[in-house]
């Protein structure tokens, strides 16, 4: 499998709510960064961060509309990542940056979201 196909796989576990299957995807030093926050660094500290961002969210999506390999080991995104939290839709347009290991797996993941483009849509759920 190539790294495009290995982080579409991560990103429908991820929309499909199977944290297990998606933190197996990352290695055990793996850095979670949503920017500008400062990075998520350690497997148990990012599960914990999975579990608990998507768990008060009924369905979620996160649908690629342009993704490109990188020297075989670095894939790009572009995407909206869609919750629904109770009545209302989250939809946040982000870059994603994955980067795999020797192994295969995930070390880095750090994604790049406007702040106010992720900002009004919270508050207008809040």
């Known amino acids: 499998m190539d790294a ?17 299957v998606a933190i197996a995807a990352t290695s055990a030093d793996t850095s979670r960064g949503s920017m500008p926050i400062d990075p998520i660094v350690v497997h148990d ?9 998507l768990a008060p969210a009924a369905p979620t999506g996160w649908t690629a509309t342009r993704q490109q390999q990188i020297d075989g080991r670095v894939v790009v995104n572009e995407r909206l990542d869609r919750f629904q939290i109770g009545n209302g839709w989250l939809k946040l347009p982000v870059a994603g940056f994955f980067e795999l290991d020797d192994a295969g797996l995930i070390p880095q993941w750090p994604s790049y979201c406007d702040t106010g483009s992720c900002a009004r849509p919270l508050a207008a759920l809040a």
């Open 4 to 20: 495009a196909d290995f982080v579409t796989g991560f990103s429908r576990a991820i929309e499909r709510k199977v944290i297990d």
């Open 45 to 53: 500290s990012v599960h914990a961060t999975l579990r608990m961002f």
